[in-house]
């Protein structure tokens, strides 16, 4: 019997925008209330069948490294005699790394408890050991442009007597257990936290954008990236990686002034993995997050310095300011009494000079981007959102350069005279794709990147596209393209007009996007042309997906299955298409819920409900050119050519097959149940490629797989 809490209704969600820091999405659609009241009245501990406490929430990668066989899970009073959640509030001293590579994320949480509201944002107060306890507690991410609300329940994995995962460093105090839990179930796995970039858990912990500077680009003016360190308010996280022993050589475009680093170069450090640990107390490619600046005033001259924080919560700077260093008594006695103190706790002083010598990358996030002000920070900053998709028919996929380039969605964006700054920069563009990618495509991100390009107003109305006459071949040498969820880039630009284009590597990749654009003016962005979401299917009234979504989903924010089949009748087969009468019955719309339901939520989502429109249109748009003689039907021969059209390869064996399965007795495939099938036959095959891809484990021949599963 499923758990209470699944599906809860909108007025049972709170107030405010779904997907806002008040009224967050149900994570899976878990409800945190209902199902603490439902196991609290019951006196019975949660157990979180979705993020289940066994190895498969481990991951192979890690079950491979560790010997994971006589892994254990314990709730904290298994633990301790006394937990709590939090004690004399939350600090990043509270923080020690155990087994995995995780500093990456750990660095991001030592951050976020330096400022009250944002910890309070991910970490909500209404839950203790002491009060309503029933072993289950809840945390807030930011997730693709949402916040959400993420249930666990609090056993906690253990190998040979020792934290798998971060332990608590006094050992009662067990909120950085529980958070990195969270963030581990948000992310698919523990496995997905043993290395990273702690500019993705920035992003996930606050909502905000991020830039990665490389400190050894010959490029950078350090003292501009000290004056932008120093001055950062509060709200600013900051983090940096130490240097490698052996720089890895990088090819970056010397057009762009700073770009975010791939992923692959930064392999995080636990305390006893394979990072060097060096004589001078620092370890190679590790993450540490930076807590505080000073300047003082040391043998006739001005020092600045830094202090960080090691994640292991030991292992600190043995150089110049170290906490035993001589010449701090050097200093005056008031300094010394409040920057020096001499403890074993992973905090220590060292300079600028030795930071940047040290340092190989500094992350930086903040919700906007102030520390780009640090020569004037006389205007303030104004952010707008756009959500696209990059469908996977081309409509507006366009891929990278080639002619079908400037079919990809684009956005205007206008710089004044009034915008111009002679330090610091004026613009801030943030792409970011689809969390979800990364498991698509083979554990990596889609390449992604955009063109920012400079246009003479008159060369277009500025509500059409660019035409394909605007770009030469040696605009695309400016283009760059990255394996990496969020490519973030800022500018200093003079006035005029622009045009920005992001795209996806490969031509008709389907995946949504975010972009964010920060200009020093109001409402001086806008996307040009009519979106692909309002020129597909307008014979109804409502002229987008979202306002037809709106309409339908009974929920608010989600569809079920009686909203979906009621949107198909109305809708989808109000079209010149002959039906014969024909309509979705119920058992045909849960069919296709299940098809793109790949959370196994029992809803669609608004995302996924556009990426089945458009999937549906795209078949209908098959059937429609097969059915020459409009007839209404498709034989074995139109449903070969109708599958062959879709790039899976099918056999006579399976076509055979699917005619059994959703063909009438005169082996004829009607439009609907020819969708039914096209839909699931299209899941099925997606399916297949993620799990071989993967290395789950497939034993059988592509085609025959997806037989059994169409069949069945």
């Known amino acids: 019997m499923q758990a209470p809490g699944f599906n809860a209704h909108p007025e049972q969600q709170g107030h405010g925008v779904s997907g806002s820091l008040q009224n967050p999405k149900k994570f899976r659609n878990q409800d945190f209330d209902i199902l603490r009241d439902y196991h609290f009245k019951k006196r019975i501990l949660f157990k979180d069948e979705v993020f289940p406490a066994d190895i498969s929430i481990i991951g192979p990668k890690l079950e491979a490294e560790f010997n994971l066989s006589n892994i254990v899970w314990k709730r904290p009073w298994e633990i301790c ?15 020690k790394q155990s087994k995995l590579g995780d500093c990456w994320v750990l660095s991001a949480m030592g951050s976020v408890t330096r400022n009250k509201n944002l910890l309070e944002n991910i970490l909500p107060l209404n839950q203790e050991f002491t009060t309503k306890y029933a072993g289950i507690f809840h945390f807030r991410f930011w997730h693709f442009g949402d916040w959400v609300d993420v249930v666990i329940d609090d056993r906690l994995p253990f190998v040979n007597g020792e934290y798998l995962s971060v332990q608590p460093s006094n050992g009662m105090e067990f909120w950085p257990c529980l958070l990195e839990k969270a963030y581990a179930k948000l992310c698919g796995a523990y496995q997905q936290l043993h290395w990273g970039d702690p500019a993705d858990a920035f992003v ?13 680009n010959p490029i950078i003016n350090q003292s501009d990236i000290w004056e932008m360190v120093n001055a950062a308010d509060p709200s600013t996280l900051m983090a940096c990686i130490s240097e490698k022993l052996k720089t890895i050589s990088r090819n970056r475009s010397s057009s762009v002034p700073f770009a975010n680093e791939p992923n692959e170069v930064r392999r995080n450090s636990a305390p006893n993995n394979v990072n060097i640990h060096l004589q001078n107390g620092m370890v190679e490619t590790h993450a540490y997050c930076i807590t505080d600046t000073a300047q003082i005033f040391f043998r006739n001259k001005t020092e600045n310095l830094i202090r960080l924080w090691n994640p292991w919560g030991k292992g600190e700077w ?12 050097e200093v005056s006695h008031q300094e010394r009494v409040k920057l020096c103190e001499k403890k074993e706790d992973g905090q220590f002083w060292m300079s600028w000079e030795d930071f940047a010598r040290e340092f190989s990358v500094l992350i930086i996030c903040s919700h906007y981007p102030d520390f780009l002000d640090w020569g004037d920070q006389s205007k303030k900053w104004y952010r707008t959102v756009f959500r696209n998709i990059w469908p996977e028919e081309s409509h507006s996929a366009g891929g990278f350069m080639g002619d079908s380039f400037l079919k990809n969605p684009q956005y205007l964006i ?38 920012l390009h400079r246009v003479d107003s008159k060369v277009q109305d500025l509500h059409e596209k660019l035409p394909s006459s605007v770009l030469s071949k040696a605009t695309f ?5 990255r394996n990496e969820r969020e490519i973030t880039m800022c500018y200093r630009l003079t006035s005029g007009t622009y045009v920005l284009i992001p795209f996806t590597k490969n031509r008709g990749q389907d995946s949504p996007f975010i972009v964010r654009i920060f200009l020093k ?21 409502d002229n987008t997906y979202e306002s037809t979504f709106k309409k339908y989903a009974s929920q608010g924010t989600r569809m079920n ?38 959370m196994g939520t029992g809803i669609l989502d608004f995302e996924n409900f556009t990426r089945l429109w458009r999937y549906l249109t795209k078949f209908k748009n098959i059937f429609s050119g097969i059915d020459t003689n409009q007839c209404g039907f498709l034989d074995l021969y139109g449903l ?40 699931r036959l299209r899941a099925f095959y997606k399916t297949f490629q993620i799990l071989s891809s993967d290395g789950a484990g497939l034993y059988m021949s592509r085609e025959k797989w997806i037989q059994l599963m169409m069949y069945s």
């Open 81 to 95: 005699k006394e937990p709590r959640l939090i004690m004399d509030g939350a600090s990043f001293l509270d923080i």
């Open 204 to 216: 996930n912990f606050t909502g905000g954008v991020t830039m990665t500077f490389e400190l050894k």
């Open 318 to 329: 043995l150089g110049r300011w170290n906490d035993s260093w001589p010449g701090w008594k």
């Open 414 to 451: 206008k710089v004044s005279g009034a915008d111009e700054v002679k330090s610091g920069y004026n613009l801030l563009i943030s792409l970011m794709q689809n969390p979800r990618n990364r498991h698509k495509f083979k554990s990596n991100w889609f390449p992604i990147g955009f063109l």
């Open 477 to 481: 040498s400016e283009i760059d393209n």
């Open 521 to 541: 003016s109001k409402g001086c962005t806008g996307e040009l042309g009519t979106p692909q979401s309002s020129k597909v299917f307008l014979t109804h009234e």
């Open 561 to 598: 299955a009686w909203d979906l089949q009621r949107f198909l009748n109305d809708i989808f087969l109000n079209e010149n298409l002959d039906t014969h009468g024909t309509k979705f019955p119920i058992d045909a719309s849960r069919g296709m819920l299940a098809a793109m339901d790949y």
């Open 640 to 679: 070969q050519k109708a599958v062959n059209s879709t790039g899976i390869f099918a056999g006579n064996d399976m076509l055979h097959r699917l005619m059994f399965r959703y063909g009438d007795f005169a082996k004829r495939l009607n439009l609907v149940d020819y969708l039914c099938c096209m839909v």
